[in-house]
């Protein structure tokens, strides 16, 4: 693999790269608490079946710039970071993938920026629209987004996080998957990521803004209708989401114009991790 670092809308981006230069390009987003190690099962996979795979930490993790300011995290701000991938890269219309909260910056791209997409795969998130609705109007849900309204709280918890060695941190995402989703390795490497300076503030920011946008949404005096998606898309699903309902998985599929959805009853939120071998072989499917 290699390592670039990339200088778009206003901001520098680490970003790993593998695979033949003359492949067709797919681009993977991480979301939280990961960076572009999150993908290490599929980039061999990927690169195996001749694609050129692009992998950037996003804004505010791990090498790439942390920008201050809860307004720099904005998910519009964080689409734009990827179409400036695309131009960087030269790629016109792209094969995007994405997770938990690489997923929603994946959708909205989708939404905003429809020309510079060829296909669209999402991995465990719902479309925006419908995660909306669903915290709003469903209870269930409500409580599942728990850690959503904690990490609105500033300062404390970066303390709560980041204290003796990130052990918080890391429980929350090894009992967020099955047991042998994350090794301790594994651990061992995200704890590098989440000790660079900025970098937990960088990541907290992102459901910082998506609170503030929800709020001016929800005050609006204009509801807007739920957004189509007119790309083809694939959607994966791991059932045991301890924090996403799969509930919302089909609202979402139903939404897209060409959509396919697909559940993976053993898997939990990581469904990347727990299912490698089968969200490959999906992922390279769609994606020729």
Same mark, same amino acid.
């Given at each position: 693999m290699q390592n670039q670092f990339v200088t778009i809308n206003n901001i520098t981006l680490h970003v790993v790269t593998d695979g033949p230069e003359n492949g067709t390009a797919v681009i993977l987003l991480h979301g939280f608490p990961e960076f572009h190690y999150g993908w290490k099962n599929q980039i061999p996979a990927l690169v195996e079946a001749g694609f050129r795979v692009i992998v950037p930490d996003q804004r505010g993790y791990n090498l790439s710039d942390k920008p201050q300011g809860i307004s720099a995290y904005d998910v519009d701000i964080l689409a734009k970071d990827i179409v400036g991938l695309f131009d960087h890269f030269g790629i016109e219309k792209a094969k995007l993938v994405g997770h938990d909260w690489g997923a929603v910056v994946a959708w909205t791209v989708a939404i905003n920026h429809p020309e510079r997409l060829e296909k669209l795969a999402i991995l465990n998130v719902p479309h925006p629209d419908v995660m909306t609705d669903f915290v709003l109007r469903n209870p269930a849900q409500r +409580?599942?987004?728990?850690? %959503?309204?904690?990490?609105? #709280?500033?300062?404390?918890?970066?303390?709560?996080?980041?204290?003796?060695?990130?052990?918080?941190?890391?429980? #929350?995402?090894?009992?967020?998957?099955?047991?042998?989703?994350?090794?301790?390795?594994? %651990?061992?490497?995200? +704890?590098?990521?989440?000790?660079? +300076?900025?970098?937990?503030t960088g990541?907290?920011?992102?459901?910082?803004?998506?609170?503030?946008?929800?709020?001016?949404?929800?005050?609006?005096? +204009?509801?807007?209708?739920?957004?189509r998606v007119i790309i083809p898309t694939l959607m994966l699903w791991g059932k045991h989401d301890v924090a996403l309902s799969s509930e919302m998985a089909q609202p979402s599929i139903d939404l897209c114009d060409q959509g396919e959805l697909i559940f993976f009853d053993k898997a939990t939120h990581w469904v990347q991790h727990d299912a490698g071998e089968e969200v490959n072989q999906k992922l390279i499917e769609f994606m020729r």
């Open positions: +409580k599942k987004s728990w850690y %959503v309204f904690f990490f609105q #709280i500033p300062w404390f918890v970066e303390w709560v996080l980041g204290r003796n060695n990130f052990e918080y941190l890391a429980r #929350i995402l090894t009992r967020s998957g099955r047991k042998n989703t994350f090794t301790e390795a594994d %651990v061992v490497e995200y +704890k590098k990521a989440w000790s660079q +300076k900025g970098a937990l990541m907290i920011n992102w459901y910082r803004a998506v609170m503030r946008r929800g709020l001016r949404h929800a005050f609006s005096l +204009k509801k807007p209708g739920a957004r």
